[in-house]
């Protein structure tokens, strides 16, 4: 992704910041899968949180899934602590490489799209799903369950759901929850960062 107006191109400007898929993501979330019901996109969303923890990353995955067809259009990973970037969450990974792949800045064009997600948003996280054009976010753990392992998930509100769904996102929370509490347990009880608690 590139952007540039011909302004700040001196060498000792402000420089760059990219962003790419880890390697080893291509082999938990193969491109062109298709998972059918909403426990299989959630588990391919757990496997790439707990896999993310082996290679020095967050305890949270995401996926971006055609709701018709099933059909994986990016996976997420949170990379804040391995990329020195604090906005880097699952969830805008995920929905960032999945407008990459639509050509678009917006997941509204083509065919409707679901953010499945191992644990349920942040507050900054929650805004980039509003603004996303998914129109349907699918979560796992809940945020009780993160902010029980120290992460401050900020201010999110049961109004804050409610003003996605007044704006045609749909809400399904609690799919494979104890799975997705597990690694984030697991990634407390063994000593990982808590980047912004």
């Not at 949170?78 to 880097?88: Q, S």
């Not at 996605?164 to 990982?192: K, M, P, Q, S």
């Amino acid at each position: 992704m590139r952007y540039s107006d011909g302004m700040c191109t001196a060498p000792d400007g402000y420089g760059r910041v990219e962003i790419e898929m880890p390697g080893w993501a291509c082999e938990v979330a193969a491109p062109g899968t298709v998972l059918g019901s909403a426990d299989e996109r959630m588990a391919l969303a757990v496997a790439l949180s707990r896999e993310n923890i082996r290679h020095g990353g967050g305890p949270f995955g995401a996926a971006v899934f055609e709701i018709g067809t099933g059909r994986l259009v990016a996976p997420g990973m949170n990379l804040v602590v391995p990329c020195g970037n604090c906005v880097l969450h699952a969830e805008v990974v995920a929905l960032m490489f999945a407008q990459r792949a639509r050509g678009t800045y917006t997941l509204a064009d083509g065919p409707a799209c679901e953010l499945v997600t191992s644990c349920e948003p942040c507050a900054m996280c929650l805004g980039a799903t509003l603004w996303s054009g998914v129109k349907r976010l699918v979560c796992g753990a809940t945020r009780d369950d993160a902010m029980s392992c120290g992460f401050d998930e900020g201010p999110v509100f049961d109004a804050s759901y409610r003003y996605l769904e007044d704006r045609g996102v749909e809400i399904v929370r609690g799919v494979g929850r104890e799975e997705a509490a597990a690694v984030l347990r697991d990634y407390a009880g063994g000593g990982g960062t808590i980047y912004n608690g």
